[in-house]
């Protein structure tokens, strides 16, 4: 039993308990982490991290295969599947390994465990080298995040099911593969496996891919995957999911028309659920909310001193929003700062083209009746994209008709996910649409049809 | 003689002049544009727009020859210049009609000519097929820009010397090459050239690449581009510059030390001068300041009536500074708003790895003995970089050491023209570090690093 009393004890070390650590650290206050597997959590070893590595592989590519239009020539382009996985694997020891020494460099005590409260001020490690010693601390903040949902009965087997995990470190592309949701996981999924020869059939209950994202931008990349070879189902049920010995069957239902679909393997992006087993002792009351922790504007949980913060808290499932809502647990425990719940945040995903947003889509804006008005500049219009041969998207800003305020931001196209950075910095000042075509954009940048869609809201952009 | 009395007739048509055109149309202004050569300038037809094209060729090509690290492989790896250029030329023609339809769709007289200005009110068409035309006018607007400087006695041939024009149209790499001058044109050939194969010399004058760039960005600049193979010289003087039948011989001169380099071109891009030559008639005065058209709050010059926009106003000469002053003199001549001056700005460099900035380097809040501090943030930190295997370069962001205002920010790295952007409107709002870092930024993306420099100016960075 160890006798250290720790300022604050954190169970999961992923973007949102690493970056705790590192904040509370920087604050001068002695720390523990304690990860059941490896620094940097699903997100750095299991999801955003890995999973860009093997797109950029990806985009390479096909970025190959267009060569000829760019002047250049390749007799012979070719992927080695295991080296593009073991890149991947690579890339993510590396950030965890960078994790671990950012650790060691702010003074904070990590241990690879399970790690369980046993009340508030006492964390046990029940499971892993350090199984059986003590923790006692002032502070306990969860961090354990979420882990893929499963289909029930057919859990993931990294031949015929998959999840995230086991795709992230498949042996080689399936010659098809069905995947069941098209949220930001499933789409970028569909686009690498299909770039590296897959055959695959996305599939999406709700009427559009990436629910989460506006409309239009929705139906862009639909067409986009569609001309890619990705077979696209929307409003459509997977059901009698039947695994085989060499091919998984399911039936595709929709309107009532049920069709049925041969694959060699089924990767399953329906969700994910909270990582609560064993996270605290019976006797600690951990109120929930839809599976997930509750917590006050203080980022504590229904016991006094055990705070949570990240995926476990329930949506939006983000690293980013993770990461934000963990150093601000941290300020506010230690008086450092008033924690600031999550205002507007940015979501991407990043297959090719890249889909980032920030604030409401349009269908929002209806449905709270707001008086809104669109400015929309495609790409085609941008020199820069023109000169890079990549015009597909568009930016759509969507603004108070009234007051200029930025309520929504669209992209879709090439970089996306960096573009996105400056409408965040604008929501987050409560900037107007003015305000952002006054400020002058460099041409020749993609950025430009940032301040080309503010001014398509007067029906003042130039290039269109 | 035209009977037709304009409200606006604009002299020249390359981004201040065609910009300005489109801004008159949407204000329902009669306006007319006279351009020499084609609609689009120098910028889309010479300059931005068809180096970008060529340097996306020139990229992927490098990349081709890393596919091994992203787990694929290239073999029989080829370009045919004459493509390379061919595509460049195109896209160059897609932008200028695409320019070309925007003047039709704002109702723009489009004039393919050379216009000078008889007297206020009053514009000829002194070459060109409509030699002779006479243009009564409310409003005069010069937007005739620059072109490169010659060396004296030593005109650009297209096969010994170059200036950026002729080497835009090049037939092939040449075996090798001198580049005097390491400004943005300067440093984006040589990137250019030497992913093609070119044994390229650049030679700068000045201490450092890049010269209005940090210090810290030219030294990583300069580190990277010698171990792309780039021979670099700066602090140095070409003289005695001799142009054979096979070669072009130069002695470089630093320190008092002469060595002598012989080269099968150079290329020259020592900078530029205004294009006033034949632009008013004797008659009309201009006055001018160091070279340039002396313009007053409302851009109008030394006569009433007669304004100016662009680079033909002098530094910086950057077309989206060109078309910001030249929409500020449209919306001021026709009473729409008070013109602005042109406040932050960005300036890019699309070589690779890219270079991006705005607002003051260090050097300059040294000399103005500023109480600042900076905040340094690599990429190699960068989640997104390490996944993308491309970790060159950092964000630096210079800030008021007290109020944490943002005085200056400097990026060296892929995608640093478009991470630009969020500082621009930063710095246009007059935000604060604090504002920066608050805003959450999306994880995984490189725009992450402009938050992590904003909290290093406090020491507080999460990932270093």
Same mark, same amino acid.
């Given at each position: ?278 996270? #605290?002792?019976?006797? !600690? ?5 839809? &599976? +997930? %922790? /509750? *917590?006050? $504007?203080?980022?504590? @949980? ?79 219009? #941008?020199?820069?994209? !023109? ?5 597909? &998207? +568009? %930016? /759509? *800003?969507? $603004?108070?008709?009234? @007051? ?61």
């Amino acid at each position: 039993m160890s006798d250290a009393i720790y300022d604050l004890v954190i169970i999961g070390g992923g973007p949102a308990g690493y970056v705790a650590a590192i904040r509370a650290g920087q604050l001068g206050k002695k720390v523990a982490v304690i990860e059941m597997e490896r620094a940097g959590g699903t997100c750095l070893n299991w999801g955003c991290i890995p999973t860009k590595a093997l797109l950029k592989s990806a985009e390479l590519y096909r970025s190959f295969q267009k060569a000829d239009a760019y002047g250049l020539s390749a007799t012979g382009v070719s992927f080695d599947f295991a080296k593009v996985v073991e890149r991947s694997r690579g890339v993510a020891a590396t950030m965890a390994k960078g994790v671990e020494f950012l650790f060691k460099k702010n003074k904070v005590d990590y241990f690879v465990g399970k790690g369980s409260v046993v009340m508030a001020g006492m964390v046990e490690v029940t499971a892993g080298e350090h199984k059986g010693k003590f923790f006692k601390t002032k502070n306990i903040l969860l961090c354990t995040g979420q882990k893929p949902k499963q289909l029930p009965g057919l859990p993931a087997d990294g031949v015929r099911v998959m999840t995230s995990r086991e795709a992230l470190a498949a042996k080689a592309p399936p010659k098809s593969i069905a995947i069941i949701g098209a949220g930001a996981i499933g789409v970028e999924f569909a686009y690498f496996f299909n770039a590296f020869g897959s055959k695959v059939t996305l599939i999406e209950m709700l009427p559009q891919v990436l629910p989460v994202e506006d409309e239009e931008v929705a139906k862009v990349l639909e067409r986009s995957f569609t001309k890619q070879g990705i077979a696209i189902h929307t409003g459509t049920k997977c059901e009698n999911i039947r695994s085989g010995a060499t091919s998984v069957k399911l039936d595709l239902v929709k309107d009532g028309t049920k069709t049925e679909l041969e694959v060699e393997t089924i990767l399953v992006a329906i969700g994910i659920t909270a990582n609560l087993e064993g996270l #605290v002792s019976p006797k !600690v009351k951990l109120e929930l909310d839809r &599976g +997930f %922790v /509750k *917590v006050d $504007a203080t980022y504590q @949980t229904s016991t006094p001193g055990i705070y949570a913060a990240g995926d476990i808290q329930g949506p939006p499932w983000l690293a980013h929003v993770a990461s934000f809502r963990a150093v601000q647990a941290v300020e506010g425990m230690f008086g450092h700062a008033k924690p600031k719940l999550v205002g507007n945040f940015p979501g991407c995903t990043y297959c090719q083209p890249q889909v980032a947003s920030t604030g409401l889509t349009e269908k929002q804006a209806k449905e709270k009746k707001l008086d809104y008005k669109v400015g929309k500049f495609p790409f085609t219009a #941008v020199g820069k994209a !023109v000169a890079a041969g990549d015009t597909e &998207g +568009f %930016v /759509k *800003v969507i $603004a108070d008709a009234k @007051t200029g305020e930025i309520l929504g931001v669209h992209i879709i196209g090439n970089e996306a996910t960096e573009l996105i950075a400056e409408y965040g910095l604008a929501m987050s000042l409560e900037a107007t649409i003015d305000e952002i075509h006054d400020s002058i954009h460099a041409h020749p940048t993609l950025s430009e049809a940032l301040g080309e869609a503010a001014l398509a809201t007067h029906g003042k952009a130039i290039h269109i």
